[in-house]
Nanobody, 124 residues
Framework: EVQLVESGGGLVQAGGSLALSCAVSGFTFDDYAIAWFRQAPGKEREGISCMGKRDGSSYYANSVKGRFTMSSDNAKNTVYLQMNSLKVEDTAVYYC?????????????????WGKGTQVTVSS
């Protein structure tokens, strides 16, 4: 059974940093694409970063480029999202998701496996 479990969300002041983690299980880490999405109240879900473990592809949305960094620890089957210089508009529920395509190509179209999300709130 594929499982993704996010952690690390919380409340932080604007300009601060948070690191999210996504522990994955039930599949071979190196065969998948893993992505971070977020959804703010009243807004559409946004794919903000992706890591294609099979083809080495990667993606960052313009809204987070230069501030957020996605990384992985294969030994721990965990991906991370380091978020720096946080803004109030980064407030959202953050989800990690996975697909067996192994590539970030078309990842925004949807991924079959999702975590339950973790809340990130940035105060002014």
């Amino acid at each position: 059974e594929v499982q993704l479990v996010e952690s690390g969300g919380g409340l932080v002041q604007a300009g601060g940093s948070l690191a999210l983690s996504c522990a994955v299980s039930g599949f071979t880490f190196d065969d998948y694409a893993i992505a971070w999405f977020r959804q703010a109240p009243g807004k559409e879900r946004e794919g903000i970063s992706c890591m294609g473990k099979r083809d080495g592809s990667s993606y960052y949305a313009n809204s987070v480029k230069g501030r957020f960094t996605m990384s992985s620890d294969n030994a721990k089957n965990t991906v991370y999202l380091q978020m720096n210089s946080l803004k109030v508009e980064d407030t959202a529920v953050y989800y990690c998701a996975a697909a067996d395509s192994g590539s970030c190509y078309l990842f925004k179209g949807g991924m079959p496996y999702w975590g339950k999300g973790t809340q990130v709130t940035v105060s002014s």
